[in-house]
């Protein structure tokens, strides 16, 4: 019974603790007019409903034919467009920092607003994942057809997440592109920044530990493999030590390239159009057009007898 | 007001492309005669059921006592068996890419006789995962005891839905191998094609990044750490430029053979039984019986006072 | 009809087969009291409510306002409190091996003890996080506000379940901590063992392939980037070939150490306080206090034309 | 430990009891050849996608408007099509009593021409049904608009069952019908036999209560209150002493009749057109055109002072 | 083939059928705005965080002790808050009918003092609500303890729906009250229309079949048996043959009633207090402060030997 | 915002005067020392245990073949045993008023001996449900086969909930047995109380409004019709005004009585057996053995032109 009394107040005490004002700043998110949080699971239908929109009849367990597919589109447009207005929204109240009241009304207008320009855009989202998909397919001699890359695989499953966030960064809305990549992240082990720029017929093998940063940009019909590090080398700090935000430090990857595994290409560097990177090497000076890197392994170990 | 009815437009503008016919090529799966479509969330749950029946009472949340675990055996038997039938039917038609009709009855009796073999190597099944658990367990000081690696390790959970995937491959079975490994590979980042061959007392150490070769064949007693790869060093191509499917093209690894981390082997080439590969090498010629392949460090960094 | 028959048949045997005293031996997890199995569910939601707690008003789809935030705090602490005697109580059986009977009431008293204490250090895990976050945040050009770090980082993700579970290996709680480490593994693909030491400060970079081993010992303010292995180089071996546990075997990194990706240190060495590890390195040796090391990268490939 | 044996005993004799043959005989559903059952949740959404493909924008959580409304009427009829040909599949099998093994496909193709005609039927269920609301509105002081009669009238609910039923009954579907009629008897106290007949205009006040029989047949517009019963009076038995089924029993009640709460009228009687019978009584003979039936107060309770 | 084809030209027939303008005047609830449509289960949970609040600790799965009662009813209070503030405008947009568009700030705005001033009469539903508990107990024999009464009687159940709705029908909240009462209908058999008024200490014995319109005026410790009817003997009808709305056409029960089961009283009489009417008899006409009436048995039936 | 900030006032103020210790005394159900509250889920899935037990492969949605059907039992008798000792727990901690603390590992293990008696009498309650069935099947022109009165009656779930709920009176359990007879009434209607005793051979039409009182005896092969009471006609009251607990008060059913729709039986009376009691009529003295009493219709209304 002492026990129990002694256990009761160590649970009072500390919910004093944890509650007390001044342990909470900093930790906690208050909601200054019950403006919307966003969701994980919100966020993780709109990826499923966009992915339903341009694959349709792989998502969403639904019998498609043609009978009934362009009902399927309609509806799930529409849940789309009403899905997007909301985290949209969530997502603008979650950056606005402005000390004032947040504008809820003028917040959810734009929101609309940014909504209707992102559903604008899914045929042409549709028309790059298709070139991924293509490009996927010839490049994978385990490829059996190009359902099964779309049913399957998982570099279109973060393909997929990068672009939508993509457009959704275009678009200027905070927060909810990170969770979309995050999410593929999660899924996959493939992190691309949403911010990154990246060409059509784009493909990625196995995938695990593959890091794309933010100022990336990389060209047409370019093949990464499982752990290659498009990163920085270092990055510049402003007068206090902090690190200075936006400035271009990711590499610039020409058309056609192919990356092997594990490499690492760091740093603002071109890599030239048809360029080779061989695996296991890091790079951090320009390659040329058409040039091909390969591990010199003669020097890489010893080689002994038990 | 003009906005909402500008957006409403873009809304149905939107609908109206990416319902018509000539964008819906290729992008969409269309069931021809109400086929099933396999489900992923079916397909976790096999693998579940057969984790439940290779170790009862460590899934499929119940109280198994030996008054009862006969009857929690024959019931998941039984459920397990209907999941299949069901699941390698849908597989069958996905995989089925002939113009005319699908003849679902005759696919559906298929998949019957397949389940039905399935299930009489369940034993077995068993038999190699306790020799895998037994492999782990010896091989990892941080393991407590063979109960804790059943139940926590990634490595057997990656290792189970190998075993399974690769008995439906056995089979010829569509897809549904492919799902169950990438299942697998999302959940620990550990990728094994479901086609490669693995002897018994095969274990895995942390695992993230480890990829597995279509064409790959493992002895027995062989542990591989994270970041390791079986890969392909290249691919023919036919003379469409296209990659030809089914040249082995991936190493044979000899019996107890150890490949420490980010290693990377390359190629057809053959490690001999015993043989020791030293961590975040690049291996792409044979190496012989009981070799022991390490990183040459002195020449691998410079180091200097900053 | 012969056919199903015959496959009745199998499944009759196999069930025979798969229930067999013999062939349940080691793989079956008999309870013998009808106790408590751990459940990946309630874990999950343990972790959950930590994070609640800790980053009110972030988890838990909860608008947490100045009004009611002690209420929130208030019920989580309590069901935590519940939901971790439960689970703690679980892992106590599943960690004891004794032949005799176990003593469930003695073990739930046990428990709740534990978790009286693990609730007492909840202040102290938000102060140790809240210093990761702002490392994160300082240390990452695109983080664009803590709130952003602590809602969408993968990384906070990982060390928060790393210092939930390190406190309850302080505790000596069997299995519950490796399970908290492993979800946070299948979600980052950052594998941090629980009974690692970390200071404060602690910060990663996309983090998918990191692996911190069970005896490693980091000091404050550690950054560190995807794909680092802090590992063994080997272990010892008893007289009947197994491993023996629990000795010292993994790095010593000092305060404001930083490793870039995919390097490997290994063996019980001491990087000293300051120093910068280059990326793609392999290293077994002590490292000196403010030492720089980089990868030798002009032998390190061949470059050519191709 | 000997309460604990003991009881352990008493669970496996109890299982063995219930298991063994002769105890199992008429009370155990065994499905010859895996034939499915009907699932109380299907016929459920059943009847709910009846109702929201009659009055959609009020049934199934759906944002209708004029652009998306034949998008939802068309995904929805598909939906029923399959949930219909699946059940009434089951309920074929259900009522198959014969002693050979169960012609599955055949049944399936039966159940698809039947779940066809159902649903051509559709447009006229949805006249039936207005007429049934309009009546209703007009009936009842306190119903504020149509929109609420359809929305939460139990009397909408209950006609809405039987008419969907009754459908049901004349295409010879077995079971699905009084499953159909049971849900709503259970949800509003109204229990009315799927194989009566009953014309336009139908409505119903309050209705707990309500017994509408098997052969009763009710004409155009008329009314009933709560407690009601159009029973049978009597029924004949054959030479074992069983009931003879199929033969007419309950009342003819012609159009426009106002039957008052808890009135029984009992055999196979008819009330004329325009009849008006008042509540309690009890009636098991003719009543004419035009008649009008009160209870006769005056006899039938005794009043004085307490 | 033929059958299919066939098959499928009905279902597109229907849909158009469905589909087209003139079918769906009258049954189609088109959205004009995207206003939300009150929703049964939101409805179902409004009442269930009412009783929660009401009486904390038997409803709401929680485990409500002394030092955290306050923390539950403060969160609740919040949801409720919150869901009522969704389900009123839900209900404001319902019920209005104006042809101009709906102006869903301002019904919202609305909504947000409605929901703030029903909040405030908690307290005071908790007083009545206890008084009906009390009445209850008191009344019944086989009750053994109020919180059995309080945790299980339907009649609980249907008099907190009651309370709550009519709440509701004193701030004109359309519809809203009306789902309430007719879940308590579902449930229990007991339908109250929420505009009538009933005063402290009511209680109810079994419950099914009663019915209580909607100008019905009850005082305090009143007792209503199953079956009873407090009905409208007729109503008034307008020049179209419309009734008119609004008139008061309920019987007025006195204080300290008792009405015993099938009792039907109609019309607006006066039961005047203290007043006992007895089972199975039919009231049109006033009857005086303690006056008992009977059913005149004897006259009621015949007796005879079969 | 004036507003706003006096709605926040109201929440606050009315959370005070909810938690306030006077306003809780007698409302609030405090848990002294965490023990468990009964759960209306669990005891709902106590009854589907009992009838999947009892009518295999009728309920539980189980391919239930003679291979499988002793698994099937096995695994259910397991669930429901601990079920029942949870829930049995519940029961007693509810029922325990004793001002001391509750002896928890005392009443569970009561609990656990009465789950165990309770198990052995499933057999006998099989024997009895199937006289039910077999009753209502033969008393019914419109069933069709026993299969449909089992599986769709709600005469039948009224009677299985009833003899599952009176097995537990019998074993002295508080609470669960008016849990379980409440949800029977709820979905049928049907209001029998546990402690009521009845015979074998029982058979209910339509039922919604029955009434069985808790000291009522029926006999064997007894019918009744909807809206049938057996109650008390008045009850004796103590010195404070209270009602006795625990007096005969309702009707004694002697062995093949029919009693038709809405007749009420009143009383510690004596129905003699073979007796009919016709419909709405109104019984509170004995009746002979083998008579029969009908509505005296000639008196019972007046029939006059309109």
């Given at each position: 019974m002492g026990d129990k009394n002694r256990q009761e107040q160590t649970l009072i005490d500390t919910i004093k603790a944890l509650s007390c004002d001044e342990n909470l700043k900093d930790v906690c998110h208050l909601r200054r007019q019950g403006e919307p949080l966003p969701s994980q699971q919100a966020v993780a239908r709109i990826v499923e409903l966009c992915r339903g929109l341009i694959f349709?009849?792989?998502?969403?367990d639904s019998d498609v034919n043609c009978n009934n597919v362009n009902h399927y589109i309609g509806i799930r447009c529409e849940q789309l467009r009403d899905l997007l207005v909301e985290q949209i929204t969530a997502g603008l109240c979650f950056g606005d920092t402005t000390p004032d009241a947040i504008n809820l009304p003028e917040l959810k207008c734009l929101a609309r607003e940014k909504a209707s320009v992102f559903i604008s855009r899914l045929p042409e989202l549709r028309r790059l994942l298709q070139s991924d998909v293509r490009a996927t397919y010839l490049g994978d001699?385990?490829?059996?057809?190009t359902d099964e890359v779309i049913y399957c695989y998982p570099a279109i499953r973060a393909i997929s997440n990068y672009r939508i966030a993509h457009e959704l960064v275009k678009l200027s809305v905070p927060i909810i592109p990170r969770m979309i990549s995050e999410q593929a992240h999660s899924e996959t082990g493939i992190d691309i920044h949403p911010a990154a720029t990246i060409g059509e017929g784009f493909t990625i093998d196995h995938g695990t530990g593959i890091v794309v940063g933010a100022t990336a940009i990389i060209g047409n019909n370019v093949k990464l493999y499982q752990g290659v590090t498009l990163g920085a080398k270092s990055f510049d700090i402003d007068d206090d030590g902090n690190p200075i935000k936006g400035i271009p430090r990711h590499p610039i990857i020409g058309d056609n390239v192919v990356i092997y595994s594990n490499a690492s290409i760091l740093g603002r560097i071109t890599i030239g159009a048809g360029a080779v990177i061989g695996g296991n090497i890091w790079v951090t000076e320009d390659v040329a057009e058409g040039e091909k890197l390969v591990q010199?392994?003669?020097?890489?170990f010893l080689r002994f007898k038990q």
């Open positions: 349709p009849g792989f998502f969403g001699p385990a490829a059996i057809s010199a392994r003669a020097n890489n």
